[in-house]
């Protein structure tokens, strides 16, 4: 490819809007332009890049048998309707209505699609195991699309979905995709940690994100030093170090306290540790009012929260809810004669404590030195805790390490889900009709693209892994006008085409418009052909070496060779 030819409009600066490094660096490099927010168009650059990733995935489902496809974008509300995910999917969801007043939907994804199309066509145990995906452009209503690709209203992904009549096939099934998007990522040249992670909306209980470390991820993951535990931080499970003496049980004393309506407060006024406080706070989990405990040195995870309450709508009660509901403001409800709860949850550390304080349903008064059984009781202890860096981690008892990164994939054992409330059922072997068993497989192909950047950013530009770079060679002529560089650069660029991805730079400018230019190309080697051709010399160049080295073109096609095998 010439390079007078090809489109790619740089820019010195990137605009002010521009926060993360691998937005900064796509506009810069004329790899994207916004055409509104969370909305853009893929230039020749980007878009190479782009198909580039989408081949890697294509080859990758190939080798495990999984056949491509390609479902529509415009959705009827009904199917979304008929899965209780219309309105449980929320604002995000771009909704829209057609002249005759029909509701439809811009596909955020897909699984009622495909569920539907699998109810209609798939009725034997016979026709399964059986797996589909598509790569298709996707839609989110972002509340603040930010960070160029990372967080777009519109984004190219990859989802893929399984049907199985036995749990063991799904396992399986799971099991390949989870290997396939391994050698996906490694071959993007992209890192990733498969953790433990929420299904969120789509339903079932395991899943598996795949998390690529970056400074501007919006995620945290929580793994140890031996990488034998990853988690999101909003499922990570670490083991509790503290341990209180056990001691005789006091009576229990009910006190004022004033204005104290945080634990830091509550702590000093009764010069008292956090962990001798028991923190109270109250839930509503759809129609059920859940009294939550925890110890007061340790915060709530409201995800873990969730999966023990398994309950469609779960918020923390509003100081109008709380105070109609105990009699007490933020700061003083608590366990004890609490019959207004219908359920109490406690976190596990509020196991063996002695004499605790806790609320005494009354604005701005606690109860000393109550315990347990004795005074309150506790109807189900689950983790529901959030985890803090430095703890023990479940597996190896290891600090934990916290670590920002990037959601690049997200795989799910969703069972029947939807096919229960679908009718999407099999005929077994016994004749008897079962829910077809489904897993939900996705990778956010443009969410990768910057990942990549992230983390391969050099001091001037990027350094493309190979497989997904948009050329795999830069040859640059220094001068257009010299008569031994043009017919070295030409005879170059015939040659290495006919293997490679070359980008011929053949632009009448200067030799350091060219040079910048190259940084953000990024190209796993730059060949420059200068004041050596009519020597046979050329200079090479890595994206990550500090200077060029000058070979002979003899030597040249070993170098690339090795380079790019």
């Known amino acids: 490819m010439r390079q007078s030819k090809f489109f790619m409009p740089t820019l010195k600066e990137a605009p002010a809007d521009a926060v993360a490094a691998s937005h900064k660096l796509m506009i810069r490099g004329g790899y994207i332009r916004q055409v509104t927010a969370g909305v853009y168009a893929y230039l020749p650059l980007g878009y190479r890049v782009l198909r580039k990733a989408e081949s890697i995935i294509e080859q990758e489902m190939e080798n495990i048998n999984v056949p491509e496809m390609i479902m529509p974008h415009l959705l009827p509300a009904t199917l979304w309707q008929e899965s209780g995910r219309y309105e449980k999917y929320g604002a995000e969801m771009f909704k829209l209505q057609d002249r005759h007043g029909r509701e439809s939907l811009l596909g955020p994804t897909h699984e009622e699609t495909f569920t539907e199309i699998i109810a209609k066509n798939l009725k034997s145990y016979k026709q399964m195991p059986l797996a589909l995906y598509q790569i298709q452009t996707k839609f ?84 140890n030093e031996k990488g034998t535990y990853a988690a999101n931080l909003e499922m990570a499970k670490s083991i509790d170090t503290f341990k209180q003496e056990a001691e005789e049980l006091k009576d229990m004393e009910k006190v004022a306290t004033p204005d104290c309506d945080s634990i830091e407060k509550l702590a000093k006024f009764l010069n008292v540790p956090a962990t001798r406080i ?46 109609s509901i105990t ?94 409330t679908m009718g999407a ?51 640059i002529q220094m001068k257009m006008k010299d008569e031994d560089q043009t017919a070295l650069a030409e005879k170059l660029e015939k040659q290495l085409s006919a293997k490679y991805d070359v980008l011929y730079d053949d632009r009448n400018e200067r030799p350091g418009v060219k040079f910048n230019d190259a940084d953000l190309v990024g190209a796993p080697i730059r060949i420059t052909v200068g004041r050596g051709a009519k020597d046979g010399m050329v200079e090479v160049k890595r994206p990550t070496d500090e200077k060029a080295t000058e070979i002979s073109v003899e030597e040249l096609n070993e170098f690339v060779n090795k380079e790019l095998g």
């Open 327 to 420: 009699g007490s403001r933020k700061g003083g409800v608590g366990p004890v004669n609490a019959d207004w709860a219908d359920k109490i949850i406690a976190d596990e550390t509020v196991k063996d404590l002695y004499n605790v304080v806790v609320g005494a349903n009354e604005t701005d008064f606690q109860f000393k030195n109550a315990n347990l059984d004795r005074d309150f009781k506790v109807d189900e202890f689950a983790d529901i805790r959030t985890a803090n860096e430095g703890e023990p981690d479940p597996v190896d008892h290891l600090p934990l390490k916290f670590t920002t990164s990037i959601e690049v994939g997200h795989i799910f054992k969703l069972g029947t889900y939807y096919t229960d």
């Open 278 to 323: 028991v923190k109270s706070i109250l839930f509503i989990a759809d129609d059920q009012k859940v009294l939550v405990l925890i110890r007061g040195d340790k915060q709530i995870n409201e995800v873990k929260l969730g999966h023990v309450l398994d309950a469609n709508d779960v918020h923390e009660a509003s100081a109008e809810e709380l105070e």
């Open 140 to 223: 989110r209503d972002e509340n603040r699309p930010r960070f160029g690709l990372l967080r777009g209203r519109e984004f190219v992904m990859l989802d893929g979905y399984s049907f199985a009549a036995t749990r063991e096939q799904l396992d399986e099934q799971f099991d390949d995709q989870k290997s396939a998007y391994k050698r996906i990522f490694a071959r993007a040249g992209v890192t990733v940690h498969p953790v433990i992670a929420d299904s969120g909306t789509m339903g079932g209980k395991n899943s598996t994100e795949f998390q690529a470390p970056a400074a501007i991820g919006e995620d945290t993951i929580a793994t």
């Open 425 to 475: 059922d099999f005929l077994d072997q016994n004749g008897k009709a079962q829910p077809v068993i489904m897993g939900s497989y996705g990778i956010g192909v443009t969410r990768m693209l910057s990942a990549a950047v992230e983390q391969h950013l050099t001091e001037r530009g990027v350094a493309w892994p190979k497989e997904i770079a948009p050329f795999e060679i830069h040859l």
